[in-house]
């Protein structure tokens, strides 16, 4: 039981340690892109046009500006947990998607890909003990 109840501290630590990490480069992509305004929104959207929706670019820019910003913000402390990790987890699939019809192949599609696995492992698994959900 001791064993169980060690590995159980340390899962969390690393969970905490995968929140804080990654939180932290999301919300270092996206505060520049939350910040750029609407020019910048316009651009960051026209990627949906990759996944057949062309209408609203300036605000699917937006809410990418803000899942990575807010949402890394949220992913970091632990709050809203789920929520985010689906918000930031749709992100990356647009943008693996975006770089993909860029013609940049799986080397410029990796980072975008990797991170949206990540986020749906962390969707499933929950933020651990050392969070505000705490789940």
């Not at 990790?85 to 693996?96: D, N, P």
């Not at 993909?100 to 492992?121: K, N, T």
Request: proline share 4%; aromatic share 14%; hydrophobic share 55%.
């Amino acid at each position: 039981m001791a064993i169980l109840s060690r590995l159980s501290r340390h899962q969390n630590f690393g969970l905490l340690l995968m929140r804080l990490g990654i939180g932290a480069m999301m919300i270092f992509h996206g505060y520049p892109k939350l910040i750029g305004g609407p020019g910048m929104w316009n651009k960051i959207g026209g990627s949906m046009a990759n996944v057949g929706m062309h209408d609203f670019p300036t605000f699917w820019g937006f809410m990418a500006a803000f899942a990575e910003g807010v949402c890394g913000l949220l992913f970091l402390i632990g709050f809203l947990f789920r929520p985010a990790c689906l918000l930031l987890m749709i992100t990356m699939v647009v943008a693996s998607m975006h770089h993909f019809h860029a013609g940049d192949g799986w080397a410029g599609a990796s980072h975008a890909f990797e991170l949206g696995v990540v986020f749906l492992a962390m969707f499933i698994i929950g933020p651990g003990r050392y969070s505000i959900d705490k789940s």
